[in-house]
């Protein structure tokens, strides 16, 4: 009868062991089943381009930088070329009506 009383405590504990080893389990199935969910990877999609869109961003931020330096620089450098090539070509009519007069 002993014999028997520990073996019903041991089958009892087990099937315990087995219910909780069935918790664990059927808690992985769900965070496994919770990351191939259609809304989970519209998330994970949805990160990933905001990632590549601050990356993005920086690059841009960046490159207009570049841009706006050379074109000022441009500008400046155009400006005065076009103002010595203006004084210039007073200067060569002038001469031009002197030695034609």
């Known amino acids: 009868k002993v014999l028997l009383a520990g073996i019903a405590v041991l089958a009892t504990a087990?099937?315990?062991?087995d219910l909780n080893?069935?918790?664990?389990?059927s808690l992985s199935a769900d965070a496994a089943a919770a990351k191939n969910?259609?809304?989970?990877k519209v998330i994970t999609l949805l990160k990933d381009m905001l990632k590549q869109l601050e990356k993005e961003a920086t690059q841009d931020e960046e490159m207009y930088d570049k841009l706006s330096c050379w074109c000022s620089t441009n500008d400046k450098e155009k400006s005065k070329a076009i103002?010595?090539?203006?004084?210039?070509?007073?200067?060569?009519t002038t001469k031009i009506e002197e030695l034609t007069a």
């Open 14 to 17: 087990a099937s315990g062991l």
């Open 21 to 25: 080893t069935g918790a664990v389990a």
């Open 83 to 92: 103002g010595d090539a203006e004084s210039k070509i007073g200067d060569l």
């Open 37 to 40: 969910r259609p809304v989970s």
